[in-house]
């Protein structure tokens, strides 16, 4: 399994950058988690011959997780890609089109998808909103956060995950509003040594920076747009 991250910015990119996206790989099984600014076009570059996903999932309906899902629509309305298309999302109503397959999330949620298998966990975020684990056949793991503050609970949801995929929005605590909705680049590394997770990848980082914090942590490291991650 194979992730690769197709946008790490959010609310909005920085220059030249995309927002929340990263496609999900195994074998012939292709998932993409969140489809923020520039996704649609970057896996089309990524795959100049012909796109094909079997599966949508989107931790919530912010405009920086989901606001390209219109431009999926169009695409399959015409016929560029095959429908219906399975989305998941906590919240369904901007997915009544035909040629969506829509699912609602929820708390504990399993299912599977290819070759994959998806288990949502609730977070703690402004709008509902969803993490999600994915596991291949041979056992390995990522846990996708989706946009969350640490809570009790979001380490068990976690918990001995080979790649930890983490909102890490905020540089430090300076801003207690911005806190009740996103993690810390700490607490990111701390959730990872506490829940086991083999390495943390911090994105869903603010477009309005230009510089980050060192990161204590060795096994962590910052989303890379382009990067591709094997799990």
Same mark, same amino acid.
């Given at each position: 399994?194979? $992730?690769?991250?197709?946008?790490?910015?959010?609310?909005?990119?920085?220059?030249?950058?995309?927002?929340?996206?990263?496609?999900?790989?195994?074998?012939?099984?292709?998932?993409?988690?969140?489809?923020?600014?520039?996704?649609?076009?970057?896996?089309?570059?990524?795959?100049?011959?012909?796109?094909?996903?079997?599966?949508?999932?989107?931790?919530?309906?912010?405009?920086?997780?989901?606001?390209?899902?219109?431009?999926?629509? &169009?695409?399959?309305?015409?016929?560029?890609?095959?429908?219906?298309?399975?989305?998941?999302?906590?919240?369904?109503?901007?997915?009544?089109?035909?040629?969506?397959?829509?699912?609602?999330?929820?708390?504990?949620? %399993?299912?599977?998808?290819?070759?994959?298998?998806?288990?949502?966990?609730?977070?703690?975020?402004?709008?509902?909103?969803?993490?999600?684990?994915?596991?291949?056949?041979?056992?390995?793991?990522?846990? &996708?956060?989706?946009?969350?503050?640490?809570?009790?609970?979001?380490?068990?949801?976690?918990?001995?995950?080979?790649?930890? $995929?983490?909102?890490?929005?905020?540089?430090?605590?300076? +801003?207690?509003?911005?806190?009740? +909705?996103?993690?810390?680049?700490?607490?990111? %590394? %701390?959730?990872?040594?506490?829940?086991?997770?083999?390495?943390?990848?911090?994105?869903?980082?603010?477009?309005?920076?230009?510089?980050?914090?060192?990161?204590?942590?060795?096994?962590?490291? &910052?989303?890379?747009?382009?990067?591709? &991650?094997?799990?």
């Amino acid at each position: 399994m194979k $992730l690769t991250a197709l946008g790490v910015y959010g609310p909005f990119p920085a220059p030249g950058g995309g927002c929340s996206s990263y496609l999900v790989e195994d074998g012939d099984t292709r998932i993409l988690l969140d489809c923020g600014s520039g996704s649609l076009g970057r896996l089309r570059t990524r795959f100049p011959e012909g796109l094909h996903l079997d599966a949508i999932v989107l931790s919530h309906m912010h405009a920086d997780h989901a606001g390209e899902i219109d431009l999926f629509r &169009y695409m399959l309305e015409f016929g560029v890609l095959h429908a219906p298309m399975k989305v998941f999302s906590p919240e369904t109503e901007r997915l009544s089109y035909p040629v969506f397959d829509a699912e609602r999330t929820s708390d504990g949620m %399993q299912t599977r998808v290819g070759s994959l298998t998806l288990r949502f966990t609730a977070v703690h975020h402004a709008v509902p909103t969803v993490g999600v684990r994915v596991t291949d056949a041979a056992g390995h793991a990522l846990f &996708y956060t989706g946009d969350t503050c640490l809570f009790d609970g979001l380490c068990a949801a976690a918990k001995d995950a080979d790649l930890l $995929l983490a909102d890490a929005c905020l540089k430090d605590e300076s +801003n207690p509003k911005a806190l009740r +909705n996103h993690m810390t680049v700490f607490e990111v %590394q %701390q959730l990872r040594r506490d829940a086991g997770c083999k390495r943390a990848i911090l994105t869903h980082l603010f477009g309005g920076e230009t510089a980050y914090p060192s990161l204590f942590d060795e096994r962590s490291a &910052y989303a890379v747009e382009g990067a591709v &991650y094997e799990i």
